[in-house]
C-alpha cells in the first residue's frame, strides 16, 4: 500500500523523482533488503553487470525486493546497455528465484546505488520531497570539452600519412587483455565523420543541445601565428545558424608524436614570438566578438591550457584584459586548467589574475591502485589501467586560497588507441558508473555567480573519453548527464487527479 496509498502519495513520489535527482527507486516501506536476501540471483547479477561491465561489492549493496517499485526512467533504460535479448531469459515455470528476470530486479537497486542516487521507502517521500524544496538542487551550465582533430590538413598529411586523422587510430585499436573493450566506436548514426561538412557540427550541437550539454569548449592550436585544426571553428564563424554556444582553450603545448604535449619527438614547437600576445588576441577576437559565444556574466569566457608555460603571465593576462576592454567587452573570464595541487607547485599571483580554475581529469588519477597484475600477472603492458568505479573521476567544484575551481570530470578513458601497450586508462566506465561521476562533480551550492561543469570530452575516440554516442551505450552517456542535473526538471510532470497542492 505504501507506494499507492493515495492520490496524495503518488503525486508525491512522482514529484520527488521528477525534481530530486538523488533519489533513484521509491520501495514500500520495509522491502530494502541485503546480502541476506541474494538468494541464488547473486552469481547473475554479476553475470549481468560483467556486461557493462560494471563492478560492486555484493557485502555492501543493499536492493528493493519484489518487482513492485516506483523508479527513475533512466534505471529502465540501462537494461538496454546490458545488450540482452530473449534467449538470456529462461522459460517461465513458476520460479521464485535464480532467473534471468529476479537478478534484473536486484540490479535495479544495484544501478541506483552505483549510479549515486538513494533507495527511499515510502515512508520517508513527504519528508525527503520537503527537505529537498527547501533547498533545490542548482543547475549548472555543462561544457563539453571539443577535440577539432577529425579532417584532414596539410599537418596530419606531413606527419603522419596523406589523408590521416584521428579516426586511424580509433579504427585500429584492439583489446590489450581479457575483457579491455576496443574498439571504442561512434555509433552507426554519428559515423566516422569529417569535420570539413559544417553539417557534421550542426548535428553535433542538435544532439549536444537536446542531451544538457550547454555548449562546446574547442581545444585551440595556435603556435605563435600558426593555426592548426581550425576548419570546424572557421566554419562555426562562418555559418551564424548553427545554433552552438562555443568557447576557446588554447592548448598552448607543443604538438609531439607522444599525443601528451610533452616534449620528446616535438613537431611543432611552442613558441612565443614578438608581441605574440596581441597577435593571438588578433587570432581569436573574431570568435570572442560573436553572440554565440560563451560568455560569463556577460564577460567572453577564455581558458588556457597551461597558464603557467606563457612567459610573462602577468603582463599577457593584463594586455588581454585591456583588449578585452577596446573590443566592447565588459569583461574577460580568464580560466586556468589544472587541479589545485598543481596550482599550489606555481605562483599563487599569477592564478589571481585569472578568474579561476577548470578540473581536466584524468591528470589527477593516475596515482590509483593498478589493476594490471590482477587482470594478467604476465601481461605486456607498460602502461597502466585502474578501477573507473573506485576511483573519483572528477575535479570538484572547490575554493581554496581564494581561487575557485570548477568541476570538471570525465566518462571514461582509455589511450590505447594511441599509445598501444604504452597506455593507460581506467575499466568499468558506462552510462551508470559515469552517471555517479558526474553526479558527485556538479556542487549542490555553487559559490560561482554562474555555475559551471566541464565535461572532458565530447569527441575524444582515441582516449576513450566521448559522451558523443556510441556503437556501445548509443546516447547512454548523453542520458545520463540529462539525468544527473536534472536537465528536465522544468518539464512538463504528470498530475495525478485528486492530488492538490494543498492537501499533499
Request: net charge negative; aromatic share 12%; glycine share 8%.
Amino acid at each position: 500500500d505504501g507506494i499507492f496509498e493515495s492520490p496524495v502519495q503518488i503525486q508525491r513520489i512522482i514529484d520527488l523523482l521528477h525534481e530530486d535527482r538523488s533519489v533513484g527507486m521509491v520501495v514500500p516501506t520495509g522491502n530494502v533488503f541485503g546480502t541476506e536476501h541474494w538468494g541464488s540471483n547473486q552469481g547473475i547479477v554479476e553475470a549481468l553487470a560483467y556486461r557493462l561491465p560494471m563492478a560492486f561489492d555484493p557485502d555492501e549493496l543493499r536492493f528493493p525486493a519484489g518487482s513492485m517499485f516506483w523508479c527513475r526512467p533512466w534505471l529502465l533504460e540501462r537494461i538496454a546497455d546490458l545488450d540482452i535479448g530473449d534467449e538470456h531469459f529462461e522459460p517461465e515455470a513458476g520460479q521464485y528465484d535464480a532467473t534471468t528476470a529476479h537478478a534484473l530486479e536486484r540490479l535495479m537497486g544495484i544501478y541506483s546505488t552505483v549510479g549515486g542516487m538513494d533507495i527511499v521507502e515510502a515512508m520517508d517521500v513527504k519528508q525527503r520531497l520537503t527537505n529537498y524544496r527547501k533547498n533545490p538542487q542548482v543547475r549548472p551550465n555543462v561544457y563539453a570539452f571539443y577535440l577539432p582533430q577529425y579532417h584532414q590538413c596539410p599537418e596530419n598529411d606531413e606527419f603522419w600519412g596523406e589523408g590521416f586523422t584521428d579516426w586511424d587510430n580509433v579504427r585500429k585499436a584492439k583489446p590489450l587483455f581479457d575483457g579491455h573493450r576496443q574498439p571504442i566506436l561512434p555509433s552507426e548514426e554519428v559515423g566516422f565523420y569529417d569535420l570539413k561538412d559544417p553539417e557534421v557540427l550542426r548535428r553535433q550541437a542538435k544532439m549536444a543541445k537536446d542531451h544538457g550539454i550547454d555548449g562546446f569548449v574547442f581545444h585551440h592550436y595556435w603556435f605563435d601565428g600558426r593555426r592548426v585544426l581550425d576548419t570546424p571553428i572557421n566554419n562555426w564563424l562562418a555559418d551564424p545558424t548553427i545554433d552552438l554556444p562555443l568557447a576557446i582553450c588554447w592548448a598552448n603545448e607543443p604538438w609531439t608524436r607522444r599525443w601528451d604535449g610533452l616534449d620528446q619527438d616535438v613537431l611543432i614547437p611552442q613558441t612565443y614570438g614578438e608581441d605574440w600576445a596581441n597577435r593571438f588576441w588578433d587570432d581569436i577576437a573574431p570568435f570572442l566578438n560573436d553572440p554565440r559565444y560563451i560568455r560569463v556574466n556577460g564577460a567572453p569566457m577564455l581558458i588556457i591550457y597551461r597558464l603557467g608555460e606563457i612567459p610573462d603571465a602577468m603582463d599577457t593576462i593584463d594586455t588581454w584584459r585591456k583588449r578585452a576592454a577596446d573590443d566592447g567587452h565588459p569583461a574577460l573570464h580568464l580560466l586556468a586548467v589544472g587541479p589545485l595541487r598543481e596550482c599550489e607547485m606555481l605562483e599563487l599571483d599569477l592564478f589571481d589574475k585569472a578568474d579561476g580554475l577548470v578540473g581536466f581529469p584524468p591528470g589527477s588519477n593516475i596515482r590509483l591502485e593498478s589493476l594490471i597484475t590482477r587482470l594478467s600477472p604476465a601481461n605486456p603492458l607498460q602502461g597502466d589501467f585502474m578501477s573507473y568505479h573506485s576511483a573519483t573521476p572528477g575535479d570538484h567544484a572547490s575554493e581554496a586560497n581564494g581561487i575557485y575551481r570548477h568541476a570538471g570530470v570525465m566518462p571514461g578513458w582509455d589511450n590505447s588507441a594511441r599509445r598501444g601497450v604504452s597506455s593507460y586508462g581506467f575499466l568499468g566506465a558506462n552510462p551508470v558508473t559515469w552517471r555517479r561521476a558526474f553526479a558527485e562533480a556538479v556542487p549542490r551550492k555553487s559559490l560561482a555567480s554562474e555555475p559551471m561543469v566541464f565535461v572532458n570530452a565530447w569527441n575524444e575516440w582515441a582516449e576513450g573519453a566521448a559522451v558523443e554516442a556510441s556503437r556501445r551505450f548509443a546516447t547512454g552517456q548523453l542520458e545520463s548527464i540529462v539525468d544527473a542535473t536534472n536537465a528536465c526538471a522544468a518539464c512538463p510532470t504528470f498530475v495525478v487527479a485528486g492530488a492538490t497542492t494543498a492537501n499533499a
